[in-house]
């Protein structure tokens, strides 16, 4: 692939400027590079071709790529309705189009979701009996070709898994966002998407509270029996450690849900010991500290700034390694009573990436009602919006400035 060069009006002080036409074929949407000279006042015309692909977008505009896996009924969509109002504005399927559409577009983000790029639908897996979460139900090629476009502004038509017919559906057009999340079983799974990542996360849900969660929703919502959704995780659990699992190790952050250990031999599955799984040495991340960054810390914030019942809180802070990685882990287990105390918490939290005082626990007032709201999970997964909201910004803020490239492919 060659790249070539163009600058822009601000980076040659107003000499040149740029437009561009988008073009379909083939399912992408390409873009002519109409590049105007005003010093000279001569116009050079490039253009796609048969065999020459030109693609052009501003590097300070390019597509910010986060991914987010975790099995399905593991709090995906819960955490991107919290990534999504961190940067304001609601998240909604694309106007006029499919209403089985799984995509969510804000003015900030669009988020897709890679069951999408199942290349089996459901019949077709039945048929060849294999889960979704076998790779070869999935089209990682697409799937790779499609995100790079994005990323390198350029729209695409993306295939749709309708989940409630099991057939794929004619594709929906999806422009380039200023943040695309890429949201399912497989965002870290294949090498060249993995590569494309700006930030991912995993949410590392463990068997005996995915199993609640699963049972609390299938049985409530769906109308599904016991034994039915007892028997759907045994079937899906080989291919889960196989396909699913293996991507935390490549992950910068992990939200691992554990059942909690404040209270001795818990069943119930209700008190969660949720632990916030920070890399070291990401580019434009400083994981969240509490108290002092490295330094190993229990805490039990109980008592007169934080109402507690049984069985109470306990925070944990310390450096570790995950997977040959090194890591900084901030644990909490148990759950808040009123959720306004939780800025004394927040206070005693660093490296926060908050835009004002308070700004976590505004949050988590703002959506008291999602899952997990008086717990480490809602809390957690709010913090990591937080950090990608500024991973964002200084992204952008390094671009600013540099000469817009043109790449062809
Ligand atoms: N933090 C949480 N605490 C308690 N329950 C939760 C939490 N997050 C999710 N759940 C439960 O799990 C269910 C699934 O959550 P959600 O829809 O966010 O998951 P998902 O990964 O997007 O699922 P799917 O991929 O199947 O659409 C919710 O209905 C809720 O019952
Ligand atoms: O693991 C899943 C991801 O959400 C689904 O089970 C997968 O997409 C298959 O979908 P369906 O249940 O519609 O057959």
């Known amino acids: 692939?060659?790249?070539?060069?163009?600058?822009?009006?601000?980076?040659?002080?107003?000499?040149?400027?740029?437009?561009?036409?988008?073009?379909?074929?083939?399912?992408?949407?390409?873009?002519?590079?109409?590049?105007?000279?005003?010093?000279?006042?001569?116009?050079?015309?490039?253009?796609?071709?048969?065999?020459?692909?030109?693609?052009?977008?501003s590097s300070a505009d390019k597509t910010v790529v986060i991914g987010l896996a975790a099995d399905s009924g593991c709090g995906k969509s819960t955490f991107m309705r919290r990534l999504t109002s961190v940067f304001g504005g609601a998240a909604e399927p694309p106007k006029g189009g499919n209403p089985d559409s799984n995509t969510l577009i804000s003015d900030m983000t669009t988020v897709i979701c890679l069951d999408d790029y199942h290349s089996l639908d459901r019949t077709g897996r039945k048929e060849k009996g294999v889960t979704a979460l076998d790779p070869r139900a999935n089209d990682f090629d697409l799937m790779y070709e499609q995100v790079k476009a994005i990323k390198d502004g350029v729209a695409v038509d993306k295939?749709?898994?309708?989940?409630?017919?099991?057939?794929?559906?004619?594709?929906e057009l999806i422009k380039?966002?200023?943040?695309?999340v890429i949201e399912g079983l497989h965002p870290m799974y294949d090498?060249?998407?993995?590569?494309?990542?700006?930030?991912?996360?995993?949410?590392?849900?463990?068997?005996?509270v995915k199993f609640a969660w699963k049972i609390q929703r299938d049985m409530a919502e769906r109308g599904h029996s016991?034994?039915?959704?007892?028997?759907?995780?045994?079937?899906?659990?080989?291919?889960?450690?196989?396909?699913?699992?293996?991507?935390?190790?490549?992950?910068?952050?992990?939200?691992?849900?554990?059942?909690?250990?404040?209270?001795?031999?818990?069943?119930?599955?209700?008190?969660?010991?949720?632990?916030?799984?920070?890399?070291?040495?990401?580019?434009?991340?400083?994981?969240?500290?509490?108290?002092?960054?490295?330094?190993?810390?229990?805490?039990?914030?109980?008592?007169?700034?934080?109402?507690?019942?049984?069985?109470?809180?306990?925070?944990?802070?310390g450096p570790d390694t995950y997977f040959g990685n090194e890591v900084s882990v901030l644990e909490m287990d148990g759950q808040f009573d009123r959720l306004d105390e939780l800025i004394y918490v927040e206070s005693h939290l660093s490296?926060?990436?908050?835009?004002?005082?308070?700004?976590?626990?505004?949050?988590?007032?703002?959506?008291?009602?999602?899952?997990?709201?008086?717990n480490g999970t809602g809390f957690f997964q709010t913090i990591?919006?937080?950090?990608?909201?500024?991973?964002?910004?200084?992204?952008?803020?390094?671009?600013?400035?540099?000469?817009?490239?043109?790449?062809?492919?």
Not at 159 to 170: E, Q, R
Not at 351 to 374: C, I, R, W
């Open 159 to 171: 295939p749709i898994y309708n989940h409630v017919s099991g057939l794929l559906d004619p594709p």
């Open 226 to 317: 016991l034994e039915s959704i007892k028997a759907s995780i045994e079937a899906r659990k080989p291919d889960f450690d196989a396909y699913i699992d293996p991507q935390k190790q490549y992950a910068d952050a992990v939200i691992e849900v554990l059942p909690t250990q404040l209270i001795p031999d818990d069943n119930e599955g209700k008190v969660l010991r949720v632990r916030l799984i920070m890399k070291e040495g990401v580019k434009n991340f400083n994981p969240v500290y509490l108290f002092d960054e490295g330094s190993t810390i229990s805490w039990i914030p109980c008592g007169r700034k934080l109402t507690c019942s049984y069985p109470g809180i306990k925070f944990t802070y």
């Open 351 to 374: 490296n926060l990436s908050t835009k004002f005082y308070g700004e976590v626990t505004q949050q988590m007032l703002k959506h008291a009602d999602f899952p997990g709201s008086n």
């Open 384 to 409: 990591v919006g937080l950090k990608i909201r500024d991973l964002y910004e200084q992204i952008v803020a390094s671009r600013a400035g540099a000469p817009v490239t043109a790449a062809k492919a």
């Open 1 to 57: 692939m060659a790249v070539c060069t163009v600058y822009t009006a601000q980076s040659l002080n107003s000499t040149c400027s740029i437009s561009t036409h988008s073009k379909s074929h083939l399912g992408f949407h390409q873009r002519q590079v109409i590049f105007y000279t005003k010093r000279t006042n001569k116009r050079h015309n490039t253009s796609t071709t048969s065999s020459v692909k030109i693609t052009c977008s």
């Open 176 to 180: 380039p966002p200023k943040i695309l």
């Open 191 to 208: 090498e060249r998407v993995r590569e494309l990542l700006d930030f991912s996360i995993y949410l590392d849900i463990s068997n005996e």
